[in-house]
């Protein structure tokens, strides 16, 4: 009986470790966090992308109240592929359902024209990576 534990516990454990240990690696990637500003001041409810230059999964990040983002390769997986980044962003009306985009104010005020986020590549290294983004007026 208790060889017939032993080899059950054993094959348990094997499969338990060949199923981790074959299966496809991940790719090299950084942690990303930052602020998303305008004028200094957090803009709430933005989407930036980041899309890898080289190929690759792109990565994306939600700015919540204080302006404040952190990356995501998938969903409870942190970071984006390391290399260089073309960034994307889009501005969310604040109430899920809200239809549309809508600018942020700088000093109290809608933009008249068009706004673009700065810097709008960059690169991520291994480990952690800091990137604040600033909205600035397109000229």
Known sequence: MKSKLAFTLLAVALTGFTVTGCGPSQPELG??????TIDGEP????SIEFIPIGGGRPSLALTNAEGK????YLPNVPGALTGKHRIRFEIAKG???DPGL???KKNGK?????VKLEPSEIEVVSGE???????????
Request: aromatic fraction near 8%; charge should be negative.
């Open 31 to 36: 942690q990303i966090e930052g602020v998303l």
């Open 43 to 46: 803009v709430k409810n933005g």
């Open 69 to 72: 983002y952190e990356a995501f």
């Open 95 to 97: 109430k899920p359902g």
């Open 102 to 104: 809508v600018r942020p």
């Open 110 to 114: 809608r933009p008249q024209g068009e």
């Open 129 to 139: 990576n800091e990137i604040n983004f600033q909205l600035v007026e397109a000229s």
